[in-house]
């Protein structure tokens, strides 16, 4: 089954840390771009960060910008997401997808309607 597996999520407190990561089954993620959404409770999925694969840039939303950081092992065949300071706003669902439209990132951040493979996500919960 081809899919992104997403892991590493759980409860932490407001300025902790956690790792996600997003592993490729059933194929490889070489040549697409990944994508990490999030989904809060009432609110819509938005795209937070995005890692090209043919140049290795980044996109952040500014929500989360100077506190997450995207990487890819690509021999690994996954994709994580360091999270860092924590808030309770980052409370969601997380979730990463393979963008079949573009091996790098858009400047306006990933594009849920340019993405597939979604895996079941990881919840995130920021709570004192």
């Known amino acids: 089954q081809v899919q992104l597996v997403e892991s590493g999520g759980g409860l932490v407190q407001p300025g902790g840390s956690l790792r996600l990561s997003c592993a490729a089954s059933?194929?490889?993620?070489?040549?697409?771009?990944i994508g990490w959404f999030r989904q809060a409770p009432g609110k819509e999925r938005e795209g937070v960060s995005c890692?090209?694969?043919?140049?290795?840039?980044?996109y952040y939303a500014d929500s989360i910008k100077g506190r997450f950081t995207i990487s890819r092992d690509n021999a690994k065949n996954t994709v994580y997401l360091q999270m860092n300071i924590l808030k309770p706003e980052d409370t969601a669902v997380y979730y990463c997808?393979?963008?079949?439209?573009?091996?790098?990132?858009?400047?306006?951040?990933?594009?849920?309607?340019?993405?597939?493979?979604w895996g079941q996500g990881t919840q995130v919960i920021v709570s004192s």
């Open positions: 997808a393979a963008d079949l439209m573009h091996s790098r990132c858009l400047p306006s951040g990933p594009e849920r309607r340019d993405h597939a493979y």
């Open positions: 890692i090209s694969y043919s140049d290795g840039s980044t």
């Open positions: 059933g194929f490889t993620l070489d040549y697409y771009a």
